[in-house]
């Protein structure tokens, strides 16, 4: 596409046009990525007097042994506390944290109750489907005091960079709620990842490329250029390694870039070095030939 004619003359000024339009578009997607991940979601909150509010945070979430880690902090409300707008617990509570395993977490009177760890299992995913693998989990709670059941709510907010959490719950029974949510991948992770798997094509097929041309062109050992290839080659391998969240060898991302950028590198030096050696050999005999007898 030709630029018209009025811009053509001021090239300086389209090249900052178009890096001030990206570093907007940035900004944009930034801003919107923090204005909706890391917020806080009142999940199924009682409309009784007396209730325990469950703040959770999900702060680590490890596809690889498939543990999401939560931290729970309970909140007493109404007759629970001992005054208004008071962290502090008037009598015991007791909170039951139910996912594969049980968790029993206990509000002393008297005392803010701490942040508590509780693991929750991921299910319906597969991390070797990076960037694209989603999971699931899903926490029951309940609360009870020594006359019986107390009504429970989830604040829920998620504080993993890597990760994105839709959460979902629902109260069951009486002093019980559920908690449930979908997890996948940051859209800053997505934006890597593709720029990755573009990348790793772009330097396989440059490197093809150039050794395309040395062929052709009946060069020798270039060493330049071979040192250029050998660079790449394992370049590669730093840059996949430093894929965000470590996918595991195997993901979807080696089978789609990684693997067939790496062959296509090994295969062009390769070819590239046997050629040039053919074409370095055969220079020397003809040198050799031309050099005069002794004696002449």
């Not at 506390?81 to 008297?110: K, Y």
Request: proline fraction near 7%; aromatic fraction near 10%; hydrophobic fraction near 45%.
């Amino acid at each position: 596409m030709r630029l018209p004619a009025r811009l053509r003359g001021n090239r300086f000024a389209v090249v900052l046009l178009i890096l001030a339009v990206l570093c907007s578009a940035g900004i944009a997607l930034y801003l919107n990525e923090r204005n909706t991940r890391q917020q806080t979601h009142e999940l199924a909150l009682p409309t009784a007097g007396d209730w325990v509010e469950l703040d959770v945070t999900s702060q680590d979430i490890d596809p690889g042994t498939g543990q999401l880690t939560l931290y729970v902090s309970p909140v007493p409300h109404g007759g629970l506390a001992q005054g208004p707008e008071s962290s502090v617990f008037s009598r015991q509570i007791d909170i039951t944290v139910r996912s594969t395993t049980r968790t029993d977490l206990r509000a002393t009177p008297g005392e803010e109750a701490p942040p508590q760890p509780v693991q929750a299992n991921l299910y319906d995913g597969t991390e070797s489907d990076y960037p694209f693998d989603r999971y699931h989990f899903s926490l029951a709670f309940s609360a009870s005091d020594g006359t019986g059941a107390v009504p429970v709510g989830v604040v829920f907010v998620d504080a993993d960079p890597f990760f994105f959490v839709r959460p979902t719950s629902t109260p069951f029974g009486a002093g019980a709620a559920e908690l449930a949510g979908r997890v996948s991948r940051a859209r800053s992770t997505f934006i890597l990842a593709w720029f990755m798997i573009a990348a790793m094509w772009a330097l396989a097929l440059a490197v093809m490329a150039g050794a395309e041309v040395l062929y052709r062109g009946g060069q020798g050992l270039v060493w330049p250029s071979l040192g250029w290839m050998a660079a790449t080659l394992f370049a590669l391998i730093g840059m996949r390694n430093a894929a965000p969240g470590s996918p595991p060898i195997g993901s979807l991302i080696d089978y789609v870039a990684f693997f067939w950028a790496e062959g296509i590198i090994a295969a062009s030096l390769t070819v590239t070095v046997v050629a040039g050696t053919r074409v370095e050999h055969r220079k020397r005999a003809e040198a050799g030939s031309t050099e005069p007898a002794p004696g002449t």
